[in-house]
Protein backbone atom coordinates (compact mmCIF):
# COMPACT_ATOMS: atom_id res chain seq x y z
CA UNK A 1 0.00 0.00 0.00
CA UNK A 2 1.13 3.63 -0.84
CA UNK A 3 0.53 6.15 1.80
CA UNK A 4 1.41 9.58 1.81
CA UNK A 5 1.62 12.23 4.40
CA UNK A 6 1.08 15.45 4.70
CA UNK A 7 1.94 18.08 7.25
CA UNK A 8 1.60 21.50 7.91
CA UNK A 9 3.58 23.95 10.12
CA UNK A 10 0.44 24.45 12.42
CA UNK A 11 0.33 20.76 12.86
CA UNK A 12 4.08 20.41 13.38
CA UNK A 13 3.39 23.06 16.23
CA UNK A 14 0.78 21.30 17.79
CA UNK A 15 2.30 17.86 17.70
CA UNK A 16 5.85 17.95 17.20
CA UNK A 17 6.82 14.87 17.03
CA UNK A 18 3.60 13.07 15.68
CA UNK A 19 4.11 12.90 12.11
CA UNK A 20 7.79 11.53 12.45
CA UNK A 21 6.34 8.55 14.78
CA UNK A 22 3.81 7.86 12.65
CA UNK A 23 6.16 7.58 9.20
CA UNK A 24 8.44 5.26 11.64
CA UNK A 25 5.65 3.16 12.52
CA UNK A 26 4.35 2.53 9.06
CA UNK A 27 7.29 2.06 7.03
CA UNK A 28 8.10 -1.41 8.44
CA UNK A 29 4.67 -2.68 6.27
CA UNK A 30 4.35 0.23 4.19
CA UNK A 31 5.46 2.30 1.37
CA UNK A 32 5.39 5.65 3.10
CA UNK A 33 6.22 9.13 1.83
CA UNK A 34 6.40 12.25 4.19
CA UNK A 35 5.46 16.15 2.85
CA UNK A 36 5.73 19.06 4.57
CA UNK A 37 3.78 22.00 3.03
CA UNK A 38 6.53 24.21 4.00
CA UNK A 39 7.99 23.03 1.17
CA UNK A 40 5.20 23.76 -1.19
CA UNK A 41 2.17 22.51 -1.36
CA UNK A 42 2.15 19.09 -2.71
CA UNK A 43 0.91 17.56 -6.23
CA UNK A 44 -1.53 14.90 -6.11
CA UNK A 45 -0.76 11.10 -6.77
CA UNK A 46 -2.52 8.49 -8.59
CA UNK A 47 -0.55 5.85 -6.64
CA UNK A 48 -1.67 7.03 -3.24
CA UNK A 49 -4.54 4.87 -1.91
CA UNK A 50 -4.07 5.90 2.05
CA UNK A 51 -3.55 9.58 2.56
CA UNK A 52 -2.85 11.15 6.39
CA UNK A 53 -3.51 15.11 5.99
CA UNK A 54 -2.44 16.41 8.78
CA UNK A 55 -3.02 20.49 9.72
CA UNK A 56 -6.07 21.34 6.97
CA UNK A 57 -8.81 20.64 5.32
CA UNK A 58 -9.13 18.40 1.85
CA UNK A 59 -10.93 20.00 -1.24
CA UNK A 60 -12.50 18.18 -3.72
CA UNK A 61 -9.56 19.61 -6.40
CA UNK A 62 -6.90 17.95 -3.64
CA UNK A 63 -9.03 14.57 -3.66
CA UNK A 64 -8.92 14.59 -7.64
CA UNK A 65 -5.31 14.45 -7.57
CA UNK A 66 -6.06 11.28 -5.53
CA UNK A 67 -8.29 8.98 -8.49
CA UNK A 68 -6.73 5.94 -6.22
CA UNK A 69 -7.28 6.89 -2.78
CA UNK A 70 -9.44 4.04 -0.53
CA UNK A 71 -8.79 5.93 3.08
CA UNK A 72 -7.77 8.80 4.51
CA UNK A 73 -7.13 10.74 7.96
CA UNK A 74 -7.45 14.29 8.17
CA UNK A 75 -7.34 16.64 11.33
CA UNK A 76 -7.40 20.77 11.37
CA UNK A 77 -5.29 20.17 14.49
CA UNK A 78 -7.24 18.73 17.36
CA UNK A 79 -10.05 17.55 15.28
CA UNK A 80 -11.25 16.44 11.66
CA UNK A 81 -13.30 19.20 9.07
CA UNK A 82 -16.89 17.90 8.66
CA UNK A 83 -16.52 19.29 5.47
CA UNK A 84 -13.60 17.10 5.17
CA UNK A 85 -15.70 14.43 6.28
CA UNK A 86 -18.27 14.51 4.34
CA UNK A 87 -16.29 15.05 0.84
CA UNK A 88 -14.33 11.48 1.91
CA UNK A 89 -17.61 9.94 2.82
CA UNK A 90 -19.68 11.44 -0.45
CA UNK A 91 -16.89 9.56 -2.51
CA UNK A 92 -16.97 6.61 -1.11
CA UNK A 93 -13.23 6.59 1.07
CA UNK A 94 -13.10 4.98 3.78
CA UNK A 95 -12.17 7.63 7.45
CA UNK A 96 -9.71 6.56 9.74
CA UNK A 97 -10.30 8.06 13.07
CA UNK A 98 -8.90 8.19 16.81
CA UNK A 99 -10.91 5.52 18.50
CA UNK A 100 -10.84 8.18 21.50
CA UNK A 101 -8.76 10.64 23.09
CA UNK A 102 -6.85 8.07 25.19
CA UNK A 103 -3.59 9.20 23.26
CA UNK A 104 -3.31 12.22 26.14
CA UNK A 105 -4.91 10.72 29.19
CA UNK A 106 -1.68 9.65 30.83
CA UNK A 107 -0.94 12.89 30.55
CA UNK A 108 -3.43 14.96 31.76
CA UNK A 109 -3.89 11.82 34.34
CA UNK A 110 -0.21 12.21 36.06
CA UNK A 111 -0.81 16.38 35.46
CA UNK A 112 -3.55 16.43 37.67
CA UNK A 113 -2.34 13.86 40.03
CA UNK A 114 0.97 16.85 39.95
CA UNK A 115 -1.38 19.28 40.73
CA UNK A 116 -2.99 17.77 43.72
CA UNK A 117 0.16 17.09 45.69
CA UNK A 118 1.59 20.78 44.68
CA UNK A 119 -1.91 22.04 46.10
CA UNK A 120 -2.02 19.94 49.55
CA UNK A 121 1.71 20.47 49.93
CA UNK A 122 1.21 24.18 48.39
CA UNK A 123 4.61 23.70 46.78
CA UNK A 124 4.07 26.74 44.02
CA UNK A 125 3.46 28.89 47.36
CA UNK A 126 6.66 27.49 49.33
CA UNK A 127 8.34 28.13 45.88
CA UNK A 128 8.40 31.78 46.27
CA UNK A 129 10.42 31.81 49.70
CA UNK A 130 13.55 29.95 47.69
CA UNK A 131 13.10 32.92 44.76
CA UNK A 132 12.63 36.09 47.01
CA UNK A 133 15.37 35.11 49.29
CA UNK A 134 16.51 35.56 53.06
CA UNK A 135 14.37 37.72 54.92
CA UNK A 136 10.79 36.16 52.94
CA UNK A 137 9.64 33.89 55.31
CA UNK A 138 12.28 30.74 55.06
CA UNK A 139 13.90 31.77 58.38
CA UNK A 140 12.83 29.11 60.92
CA UNK A 141 14.87 26.71 62.80
CA UNK A 142 12.88 22.97 62.53
CA UNK A 143 9.19 24.01 61.61
CA UNK A 144 8.91 22.71 58.02
CA UNK A 145 4.89 22.51 58.23
CA UNK A 146 3.52 24.43 55.14
CA UNK A 147 0.02 23.34 55.34
CA UNK A 148 -3.32 25.62 55.16
CA UNK A 149 -5.04 24.57 57.95
CA UNK A 150 -8.02 26.00 56.47
CA UNK A 151 -7.90 23.71 53.66
CA UNK A 152 -7.49 19.56 53.04
CA UNK A 153 -3.57 19.53 53.07
CA UNK A 154 -0.84 17.13 53.59
CA UNK A 155 -0.50 13.53 51.78
CA UNK A 156 -2.93 11.79 49.26
CA UNK A 157 -3.11 8.95 51.50
CA UNK A 158 -6.11 8.91 54.06
CA UNK A 159 -8.08 11.73 51.32
CA UNK A 160 -11.44 10.63 50.54
CA UNK A 161 -11.63 11.53 47.00
CA UNK A 162 -14.25 11.44 44.87
CA UNK A 163 -14.08 11.37 40.61
CA UNK A 164 -16.27 12.42 38.59
CA UNK A 165 -16.03 10.12 35.70
CA UNK A 166 -14.23 6.90 35.07
CA UNK A 167 -13.13 6.88 31.57
CA UNK A 168 -9.55 7.34 30.00
CA UNK A 169 -8.04 10.06 32.16
CA UNK A 170 -10.43 9.59 35.45
CA UNK A 171 -9.68 5.92 35.80
CA UNK A 172 -6.21 6.73 35.16
CA UNK A 173 -5.80 9.51 38.24
CA UNK A 174 -8.25 7.23 40.77
CA UNK A 175 -5.84 4.36 40.21
CA UNK A 176 -2.93 6.64 41.19
CA UNK A 177 -4.67 8.04 44.15
CA UNK A 178 -5.60 4.81 45.28
CA UNK A 179 -2.14 3.76 44.99
CA UNK A 180 -0.87 5.86 47.08
CA UNK A 181 -3.60 5.26 49.88
CA UNK A 182 -6.54 7.22 48.79
CA UNK A 183 -10.04 6.22 49.57
CA UNK A 184 -11.60 7.03 46.15
CA UNK A 185 -15.28 6.99 45.25
CA UNK A 186 -16.29 7.32 41.36
CA UNK A 187 -19.36 8.03 39.28
CA UNK A 188 -19.72 7.15 35.73
CA UNK A 189 -23.02 5.72 34.32
CA UNK A 190 -21.64 4.48 30.94
CA UNK A 191 -18.30 2.90 32.62
CA UNK A 192 -18.42 -1.01 33.44
CA UNK A 193 -17.41 -2.19 36.49
CA UNK A 194 -13.88 -3.54 35.40
CA UNK A 195 -13.03 -0.22 35.03
CA UNK A 196 -13.94 1.11 38.57
CA UNK A 197 -12.29 -2.79 39.86
CA UNK A 198 -9.00 -1.61 37.64
CA UNK A 199 -8.89 2.11 39.02
CA UNK A 200 -9.02 0.85 42.78
CA UNK A 201 -12.46 3.00 42.86
CA UNK A 202 -15.58 1.76 44.76
CA UNK A 203 -18.60 2.76 42.89
CA UNK A 204 -20.81 5.32 43.33
CA UNK A 205 -24.39 5.46 41.66
CA UNK A 206 -25.45 8.39 42.67
CA UNK A 207 -24.08 11.61 41.81
CA UNK A 208 -25.72 13.95 43.92
CA UNK A 209 -24.07 11.75 46.79
CA UNK A 210 -20.50 11.94 45.05
CA UNK A 211 -19.45 15.02 46.78
CA UNK A 212 -20.88 14.91 50.47
CA UNK A 213 -18.16 13.66 52.28
CA UNK A 214 -15.23 14.59 49.42
CA UNK A 215 -11.92 15.68 50.93
CA UNK A 216 -10.38 16.06 47.31
CA UNK A 217 -13.16 16.57 44.37
CA UNK A 218 -12.51 15.77 40.92
CA UNK A 219 -14.71 16.48 37.94
CA UNK A 220 -12.95 14.69 34.82
CA UNK A 221 -15.57 13.76 32.05
CA UNK A 222 -14.77 15.40 28.60
CA UNK A 223 -16.89 18.11 27.75
CA UNK A 224 -19.60 17.74 25.71
CA UNK A 225 -23.36 18.77 24.89
CA UNK A 226 -24.24 16.14 27.59
CA UNK A 227 -21.86 16.92 30.34
CA UNK A 228 -21.73 20.82 30.27
CA UNK A 229 -22.96 21.64 33.53
CA UNK A 230 -22.90 18.15 35.23
CA UNK A 231 -21.25 19.43 37.73
CA UNK A 232 -24.27 21.72 39.00
CA UNK A 233 -24.44 24.57 41.55
CA UNK A 234 -26.01 22.91 44.03
CA UNK A 235 -23.23 19.88 44.11
CA UNK A 236 -21.01 22.21 44.41
CA UNK A 237 -22.59 23.80 47.36
CA UNK A 238 -22.96 20.32 48.78
CA UNK A 239 -19.14 19.96 48.70
CA UNK A 240 -17.57 20.41 52.24
CA UNK A 241 -15.67 23.22 53.37
CA UNK A 242 -12.14 23.11 52.98
CA UNK A 243 -12.20 20.77 50.18
CA UNK A 244 -9.70 20.73 47.30
CA UNK A 245 -11.33 20.69 43.90
CA UNK A 246 -9.00 19.72 40.94
CA UNK A 247 -10.25 20.88 37.23
CA UNK A 248 -7.93 19.06 34.66
CA UNK A 249 -10.05 17.99 32.10
CA UNK A 250 -12.92 20.67 31.18
CA UNK A 251 -14.02 23.55 33.62
CA UNK A 252 -17.46 23.88 31.55
CA UNK A 253 -18.55 20.59 33.43
CA UNK A 254 -19.16 22.60 36.21
CA UNK A 255 -20.96 25.28 37.06
CA UNK A 256 -18.50 27.53 37.04
CA UNK A 257 -19.91 30.56 38.60
CA UNK A 258 -20.86 28.86 41.89
CA UNK A 259 -17.49 27.13 42.15
CA UNK A 260 -15.59 30.62 41.67
CA UNK A 261 -17.81 31.98 44.46
CA UNK A 262 -17.04 29.34 46.66
CA UNK A 263 -13.34 29.83 46.30
CA UNK A 264 -13.23 33.18 46.35
CA UNK A 265 -15.52 32.93 49.96
CA UNK A 266 -12.18 31.03 50.97
CA UNK A 267 -14.52 27.70 51.54
CA UNK A 268 -12.68 25.60 49.00
CA UNK A 269 -8.96 25.86 47.99
CA UNK A 270 -8.29 24.87 43.91
CA UNK A 271 -6.10 23.32 41.49
CA UNK A 272 -7.07 23.76 37.92
CA UNK A 273 -5.55 23.35 34.08
CA UNK A 274 -8.82 24.74 32.93
CA UNK A 275 -10.75 27.77 33.06
CA UNK A 276 -14.20 29.30 31.89
CA UNK A 277 -12.26 31.90 30.06
CA UNK A 278 -8.63 31.02 28.72
CA UNK A 279 -6.52 33.38 29.15
CA UNK A 280 -7.76 34.41 32.77
CA UNK A 281 -7.55 38.41 32.35
CA UNK A 282 -5.48 40.22 34.28
CA UNK A 283 -7.04 41.04 37.58
CA UNK A 284 -8.79 37.77 37.34
CA UNK A 285 -9.99 37.66 41.33
CA UNK A 286 -8.47 34.05 41.13
CA UNK A 287 -5.20 35.18 40.52
CA UNK A 288 -5.10 37.02 43.80
CA UNK A 289 -5.69 34.05 46.18
CA UNK A 290 -3.57 32.13 48.48
CA UNK A 291 -4.98 28.79 47.90
CA UNK A 292 -4.85 27.93 44.26
CA UNK A 293 -2.60 26.41 42.57
CA UNK A 294 -2.86 27.63 38.45
CA UNK A 295 -1.15 26.43 35.20
CA UNK A 296 -2.15 27.72 31.36
CA UNK A 297 -4.06 24.36 30.19
CA UNK A 298 -0.72 22.23 29.41
CA UNK A 299 -1.82 18.83 30.82
CA UNK A 300 -2.29 16.83 27.96
CA UNK A 301 0.16 17.90 25.47
CA UNK A 302 3.80 16.23 26.13
CA UNK A 303 5.86 14.49 23.73
CA UNK A 304 4.70 11.18 25.31
CA UNK A 305 0.81 12.21 24.57
CA UNK A 306 2.84 12.96 20.36
CA UNK A 307 4.15 9.81 20.17
CA UNK A 308 0.96 8.05 21.42
CA UNK A 309 -1.04 10.21 19.13
CA UNK A 310 0.54 8.33 16.16
CA UNK A 311 0.47 5.02 17.85
CA UNK A 312 -3.23 5.40 18.39
CA UNK A 313 -3.93 5.75 14.65
CA UNK A 314 -0.91 2.82 13.32
CA UNK A 315 -2.32 0.39 15.47
CA UNK A 316 -5.75 0.08 13.86
CA UNK A 317 -4.07 -0.60 10.47
CA UNK A 318 -4.26 -4.05 9.89
CA UNK A 319 -0.80 -4.50 8.11
CA UNK A 320 0.45 -2.85 11.24
CA UNK A 321 3.65 -4.73 13.05
CA UNK A 322 4.22 -3.10 16.45
CA UNK A 323 7.04 -5.80 16.85
CA UNK A 324 8.82 -4.09 13.91
CA UNK A 325 9.03 -0.31 14.83
CA UNK A 326 11.34 1.12 17.37
CA UNK A 327 10.66 2.86 20.31
CA UNK A 328 11.00 6.68 19.84
CA UNK A 329 13.76 8.53 20.60
CA UNK A 330 13.01 10.41 24.26
CA UNK A 331 15.73 13.20 24.36
CA UNK A 332 16.13 15.27 21.53
CA UNK A 333 20.13 16.78 21.66
Not at 170 to 184: E, I, K, P
Not at 253 to 272: M, Y
Amino acid sequence: MKTRIVVTPRFDEIWPVSADRLKSLLEPSSDVELIRTSEGAPVGSSSVDRLFWLGGSLTDLDLDGYPALREAFTTLGYASDPLTDALLRDRGIQRIGHPSEGYWAQSVSEFALGLTIAALRRIPQRTSLVLDGPGAGWEYEAEQLSDDLRFVSGTIAGKRIRVVGAGNIASRYASFTSMLGADVSAWDPFAGEPAFHRAGARREWNLEKLPVDADIFVPMVPLMDSTRGLVTAELIRSIPNGSLVVLATRAGICDVAELRRRVIAGELSLAADVFDVEPLPVGDALLSLDHVVLSPHIAGRTLDSGYRWAEALAEQLPEFEPHAVAPPVRLRR
